[in-house]
């Protein structure tokens, strides 16, 4: 039996729209329970341990020094704050890491000391268009 | 020079108005008005070029009154990098964009001065509009303007920060810059088109080639970011998803299914409401990786400090969807096409899919970077998405990709017959068969399902080109005769759009082969060596041979001597090594400085055809560091003159107390010290080589890597064999008029159906109705010259 060619051309459409709704569907789902939180320091300080999440500070200069396998250091929030986190991570360091950078780091809070996991210690490139009190 | 800097500026920015302003008021065809407006646009990029060459030479000659210079450059910078060092700013950024636009502007003007009369007034204005707002943020945001001054001059500059010392730096930039800024052309004749309600494809055909470009050159820029990142940034990797890369990847993957979709509509009439929308799409893109790179509204790798321009240019993204979307709504009724595709088995229909592809890559990038934003909105905490949840979404839309690459080039236009594809596809069939068994019985490809898919795709794709051009090049031969090799040759030449086409097609193939290859088989392992020890890594023996150092003017260098021996051949001898950047300036207050400076990490990389060795080395400084901690504690106590010091401080501190006492004295004190500080630095480096210490390693062993930027040259060299003018553009026989356009472009479909016929693409019966309804048209448009 011949199709009508443009009922044809509608059930083409609805299935291919169908189609990529279910992937929206899952790309949103997966993505909320995929992601991991984005912490500051002195919010890790106050909540529960032992979840996981992704740290944002800076690192206090000065108190970066090595401890067993890896490297020990302190982290503030980013817009400052007196409350300092401590930080273990053993693995390498990336090229602009030091005191004063922003980094970005994965890990959970044991016992009061924010263990980062290796290789996802990301140090915020200082290079282009630095300001001024940074530079 | 910085007033004279800033009036040429401002008189760019006042042409852009004035070139906008004839524009429009010329647009019924005033032609005096329109040559005016052009020459406008000439004027605008007159001046702009002058601003860049102001800076330039500002840079070279380390004029120190400029503040971009003084922040960006110094003395010691090489010269090379003081020549790069202007887009290393925001501000040299901008004059960068506003620089490139004018000159594409012109370029786009030139090419269509004498045609296209209802679109290019309205082009004109698009482009000049965006020229303006990028030279009137340089006049009157706060703290952008390059020509910002220092007064009194400073003596020297702060410098270029080190990371960005890589050879790459000097074209980069300028090349992603280039490609996002080249797009404005499209986009400027979409909107002339769609208010002009000129719906077919001259706007089209006016800025292909200007498409095309963008694409290479936002293509060549990611490649060159990629490779920085693998050399450079000690980590190993070419790609994070960081949200700057995604902001240039993005309108790379747009701006390329709309390369592919502009094929239809250019040949078929149809899509214009999909091309519209994919240009609008494609600029936003470009406009908010500028943004992007501006604003740091998201957590990037790259901090991007300065927050004083992102606000202006998401103002300017609004405006352009926004105005957009009105327009393309507006203008619906005259963007519908009446054809409909023949059949699921022709180019057109592997276009559409490769462009949902591509699409719905775009549409997960882009959930992805925006992510941390959309869950804030949500529930109210900024959560991240890292690179597996892209890899999940990724890797199956790219391996995809790869298949359809390879099934469009072997589909002629309009329909095919079945009979026709399985002859087409009988090779490259045979071809992916084999390769899937090859590789199961004798690779460890099988565990890793999606590399073992797209590597057979990929060869897939590969053998279907290969068989293009074997079949074009006897089809040539045999009505030409000659060598094989020369009808290969003059089959390019003649078809260079297409087979340039292909070119690139089969780069982005093996590129892909390289990304699937290094990321499913590498091996990565942080390892802890103290010298003279050895460990075993992927079947290699990897020796810890003896520490490096390196003492220079601009840094210290702590490295290793690494010898890498596969089984029982000649070692490979490695020199990672990590470089501490001497701190600068006068008054450096401490020894610790010199050790806890700007370091980057110079990888020892070994690269071949099979797999590359990639080392980085932490060095272990803990005992270095001890000493330099001691050091400084002596020296602070010998300055001060403090009992039981050696007899040599009391110079030191009979010194300081002079320099105290009479200011003249300071700086030639402040000098001695620095200078004696450096030597114990000095010193002190030099103790590392007996330390014993052990040292961290980083050991990558990347199959296939070096396939990936292969492949990316592959494919820029396809590009340019498909941008290359032809014949008789060279010799000045421009396309004068609309008509002529569409004619040439319909005889070069009629050429497309003989080859695809003579090369055994087209069965003849196809190819007897496609000839048939293809001379129909051309007639069609005689008819209407």
């Known amino acids: 039996m011949p199709v009508d060619p443009d009922r044809k051309r509608k059930i083409r459409l609805v299935s291919a729209l169908s189609v990529a ?61 007196s409350q300092a986190l401590p930080v273990t991570y053993t693995g390498t360091v990336p090229d602009p890491f030091r005191g004063g950078r922003e980094i970005v780091l994965t890990g959970e809070v044991q016992d009061g000391t924010f263990v980062g996991e290796p290789g996802t210690l990301t140090t915020k490139c200082p290079s282009k268009f630095t300001t001024q009190n940074d530079a | 020079m910085p007033s004279l800097g800033s009036a040429l500026l401002a008189l760019a920015f006042f042409s852009t108005f004035a070139a906008a302003s004839f524009a429009l008021l010329g647009r019924n065809g005033d032609r005096r008005r329109i040559d005016l407006s052009r020459r406008l646009v000439y004027a605008v990029c007159g001046l702009l070029t002058a601003c860049v060459v102001i800076i330039e030479l500002a840079f070279l000659g380390d004029d120190f009154g400029f503040r971009i210079v003084q922040q960006h450059s110094s003395i010691e910078t090489p010269t090379f990098y003081k020549m790069a060092a202007m887009w290393s700013s925001q501000e040299g950024s901008l004059l960068l964009w506003a620089w490139v636009l004018s000159i594409a502007a012109s370029a786009a003007l030139y090419s269509t001065r004498n045609r296209l009369r209802e679109l290019v007034p309205w082009a004109t204005a698009v482009m000049m509009g965006v020229a303006a707002f990028f030279t009137g943020l340089m006049l009157f945001a706060p703290d952008v303007s390059p020509f910002a001054t220092l007064s009194p001059a400073p003596a020297d500059g702060v410098g270029l920060t080190p990371l960005l010392r890589h050879p790459s730096m000097m074209i980069h930039p300028p090349m992603l810059y280039s490609g996002y800024v080249a797009f ?350 050895s460990t075993v890594v992927d079947g290699r023996e990897v020796t810890y041979e003896r520490p490096t150092v390196r003492v220079t003017d601009e840094y210290l260098q702590f490295g290793a001597l690494l010898s890498v021996a596969e089984d029982g051949g000649e070692p490979v001898l490695l020199r990672p090594s990590r470089r501490y950047f001497r701190p600068t300036g006068s008054g450096t207050g401490l020894i610790s400085a010199y050790f806890d400076g700007e370091a980057t990490s110079e990888v020892g990389l070994r690269a071949g055809a099979g797999s590359d060795l990639w080392t980085a080395v932490q060095p272990g400084l803990g005992e270095v560091q001890k000493r330099v901690r001691k050091a400084d504690e002596g020296f602070e106590a010998c300055l001060r003159g403090a009992p039981g010091t050696p007899p040599q401080c009391d110079v030191l501190s009979g010194l300081m107390r002079a320099a105290a006492a009479n200011p003249a004295l300071q700086a030639p004190a402040l000098e001695q010290i620095t200078k ?22 980083k050991v990558i062993v990347d199959p296939l890597v070096t396939w990936m930027w292969i492949g990316g040259l592959i494919a820029l060299s396809g590009a340019l064999i498909a941008l290359w003018p032809s014949r008789g553009r060279r010799r000045g026989a421009l396309v004068r008029t609309e008509s002529d356009a569409q004619k040439e472009a319909k005889y070069r479909e009629i050429r497309d159906a003989e080859l695809d016929h003579a090369s055994g693409k087209l069965s003849d019966e196809d190819f007897a109705l496609i000839d048939a309804e293809l001379r129909r048209e051309a007639v069609e448009i005689l008819d209407r010259v």
């Not at chain 2, 009505?479 to 078809?495: E, F, I, K, Q, W």
Request: charged letters at 15%; glycine letters at 10%.
């Open chain 2, 676 to 697: 004696l500080q450096s030597l114990a630095a000095e010193r002190i480096a030099g103790s590392y080589l007996d330390d014993d210490t052990p040292a961290t390693f």
């Open chain 1, 21 to 81: 709704v279910l992937l929206a569907v899952a790309l949103i789902y997966t993505s909320f329970s995929a992601a991991t939180d984005a912490r500051q320091p002195s919010e890790l300080l106050a909540g529960t341990p032992g979840t996981t999440a992704q740290m944002n500070g800076r690192v206090v200069k000065g108190s970066i020094h090595e401890q067993g396998d890896g490297i020990a250091f302190e982290v503030v929030d980013r817009d400052g704050g």
């Open chain 2, 184 to 533: 404005t052309v499209p986009f400027a004749f979409a909107v002339g088109a769609l208010i002009t309600r000129r719906l077919d494809s001259e706007w089209i055909r006016a800025t292909r080639r200007f498409a095309l470009i963008a694409w290479a050159f936002l293509g060549v820029g990611l490649l060159l970011g990629a490779r920085w990142s693998y050399t450079e940034l000690g980590w190993g990797g070419y790609w994070a998803w960081d949200p700057v890369e995604n902001a240039a990847l993005m309108p790379w993957l747009l701006g390329t299914a709309f390369l592919h979709s502009i094929m239809v509509q250019e040949k078929r009439g149809m899509l214009k409401v999909w091309n519209a929308c994919l240009i609008v799409g494609t600029f936003s893109m470009a406009l908010l990786g500028t943004f992007l790179v501006r604003s740091g509204v998201l957590q990037s790798i790259h901090a991007f400090g300065d927050n004083t321009v992102g606000p202006y240019v998401l103002g300017l993204i609004a405006v352009v969807l926004l105005g957009s979307t009105a327009l393309i709504v507006s203008r619906l009724d005259d963007l519908r096409s009446p054809k409909r595709i023949d059949s699921l088995v022709s180019r057109e229909a592997v276009f559409l899919v490769n462009n949902l592809l591509l699409v719905g890559l775009t549409a997960v990038i882009f959930w992805g970077t925006f992510f941390p934003l959309i869950s804030e909105l949500f529930t109210g905490t900024k959560a991240s998405l890292a690179a597996p949840w892209f890899d999940r979404y990724t890797t199956p839309l790219a391996i995809l990709l790869v298949l359809f690459t390879g099934i469009g080039p072997l589909l002629a236009w309009r329909r095919v017959s079945w009979a026709s594809a399985r002859r087409v596809f009988r090779v490259p069939l045979a071809v992916a068969a084999v390769t899937l068994v090859g590789l199961l019985l004798f690779s460890d490809a099988g565990g890793k399902p999606w590399a073992l898919a797209l590597f057979v795709f990929a060869a897939f794709a590969l053998s279907g080109l290969a068989q293009e051009f074997w079949n074009g090049a006897v089809a040539r031969r045999r009505l030409s005769g000659g060598s094989l090799p020369g009808a290969m040759a003059a089959l390019v030449g003649r078809n260079r759009r297409r087979y340039g086409g292909y070119i690139v097609h089969a780069g982005i193939a093996v590129l892909l082969i390289g990304i699937a290859a290094s990321s499913s088989f590498q091996t990565n392992r942080d390892l802890k060596l103290a010298p003279g020890e």
